[in-house]
């Protein structure tokens, strides 16, 4: 949490609330060192001990060992979703709360062998941009090359993309979520006018791109921007036909929200 203090805010109040102010915005900040501490500590061991997991069947043990060693009570482990993302691999995201803090990891799986793994804070403060930024330089994939780079050729071939083993932690890790509208006042998405955006400049490049992404959600507004497109008679390729056929078929599972409710895991075709 930081807080931030503006000049004009300061002299809008009395001397001494403000010198009240300061002091507990300082003792604040200065407690929170310790937290943070423990924070990174749970982090790096949840990203340890996951990297060492070769089974899927084992890799929720494994976080359930670590919260019993660490005698957490107000801990708990959630699957979030398993889902579908072509030639029989699957993305399983899970949720960890430790101490307050959040954590998740994210698997891609084939059978029940983990061919890449990949934990990361989830913003448990609301810092986003520091938490992306942690993420960034301390969270490591684990991979099992040969079975890893297996997806990634079969993908860059289907797809006719050029992704690298980056590309698809990054895609799994990416906490996009499938909604139109949020908030209390149900305003439209960042997401959904920026597909508005796509779609009015006719950018069926970056549209293409969506539809080459790992990530379920970002596939779906991929798609969403190729429906709206043929609605307005703007002619599609076969191939994105097909990619975008093949996308609604396989019917992965989205995260989204409902107002202040998330996650609520859904698919966005009957």
């Known amino acids: 949490m930081i807080f931030f203090l503006t000049q004009n805010f300061l002299e809008k109040i009395p001397v001494r609330q403000k010198r009240w102010l300061l002091i507990s915005a300082f003792l604040l900040s200065f407690g929170l060192t310790p937290a943070l501490a423990q924070r ?22 494994t976080i359930d060992t670590i919260l019993h060693t660490e005698s957490i009570r107000d801990g708990h482990i959630k699957v979030i979703f398993n889902r579908d993302v072509d030639f029989g ?12 803090f959040d954590y998740q990891v994210n698997l891609l799986t084939k059978n029940d062998s983990v061919c890449l793994s990949s934990t990361t804070l989830a913003s448990s403060l609301g810092v986003y941009e520091d938490d992306f930024r942690f993420n960034q330089s301390h969270s490591i994939a684990a991979i099992d090359s040969q079975k890893a780079l297996k997806y990634l050729n079969l993908r860059n071939e289907f797809y006719r993309s050029s992704k690298t083993l980056r590309d698809i932690k990054d895609e799994l890790d ?4 499938y909604a139109l509208r949020g908030g209390d006042g149900y305003t439209y998405t960042w997401s959904k006018l920026h597909i508005d955006t796509l779609v ?62 998330c996650p609520i895991i859904w698919k966005a075709y009957n």
Do not use: P, W
């Open 200 to 261: 009015k400049r006719n950018d069926l490049k970056e549209l293409e791109k969506m539809l080459q992404s790992v990530n379920c959600e970002t596939q779906t507004y991929g798609v969403r921007g190729f429906d709206l497109l043929k609605r307005n008679k703007v002619k599609i390729s076969s191939y994105d036909e097909k990619i975008i056929a093949y996308i609604k078929k396989r019917n992965s599972d989205l995260e989204s929200c409902a107002g202040d409710i």
């Open 174 to 177: 990416s906490n996009e979520i």
């Open 40 to 61: 990174d500590k749970n982090f790096y061991k949840i990203q340890a001990s996951i990297s060492k997991t070769s089974l899927d069947t084992d890799v929720f043990k």
């Open 89 to 100: 691999y699957r993305h399983k995201r899970i949720q960890i709360k430790l101490r307050s």
